[in-house]
């Protein structure tokens, strides 16, 4: 018996002994209600890929910053990263120097 994934080619397979393994997770045998679960995660992130997409931001990029932004860490831009570098080696030159 085999499963397909509504969105992707992604599938899970039968393999026996009410066990199953799922494309996309080589080597890992599950039960039915944890293959299902990993289909359902595949075609999440494949609707949030095109999310991140649109917004101009990778996949990796769209979950992190949500992550980051959740767990009430502090978001840093680019530009206030590279400020906080420049100075912190500017103040590592001088106290060289001495």
Same mark, same amino acid.
């Given at each position: 018996?085999? *499963?397909?994934?509504?969105?992707?080619?992604?599938?899970?397979?039968?393999?026996?002994? !009410?066990?199953?393994?799922?494309?996309? #997770?080589? $080597?890992?045998?599950?039960?039915?209600?944890?293959?299902?679960?990993?289909?359902?995660?595949? !075609? /999440?992130? /494949?609707?949030?890929?095109?999310?991140?997409?649109?917004?101009?931001?990778? *996949?990796?990029? #769209?979950? $992190?910053?949500?992550?980051?932004?959740? %767990? $009430?860490?502090?978001?840093?831009?680019?530009?206030?990263?590279?400020? /906080?570098?420049?100075?912190?080696?500017?103040?590592?030159?001088? %106290?060289?120097?001495?």
């Amino acid at each position: 018996m085999q *499963l397909d994934s509504k969105v992707t080619r992604r599938h899970v397979r039968s393999v026996g002994q !009410d066990r199953w393994v799922v494309s996309f #997770l080589p $080597g890992r045998t599950l039960s039915l209600e944890q293959a299902r679960a990993a289909l359902r995660v595949a !075609d /999440d992130l /494949d609707e949030l890929r095109e999310a991140a997409a649109v917004l101009g931001l990778t *996949l990796l990029e #769209l979950v $992190g910053l949500a992550t980051m932004e959740s %767990s $009430g860490e502090r978001l840093w831009s680019l530009k206030e990263a590279a400020h /906080d570098v420049a100075s912190a080696a500017a103040q590592h030159g001088r %106290s060289g120097s001495r």
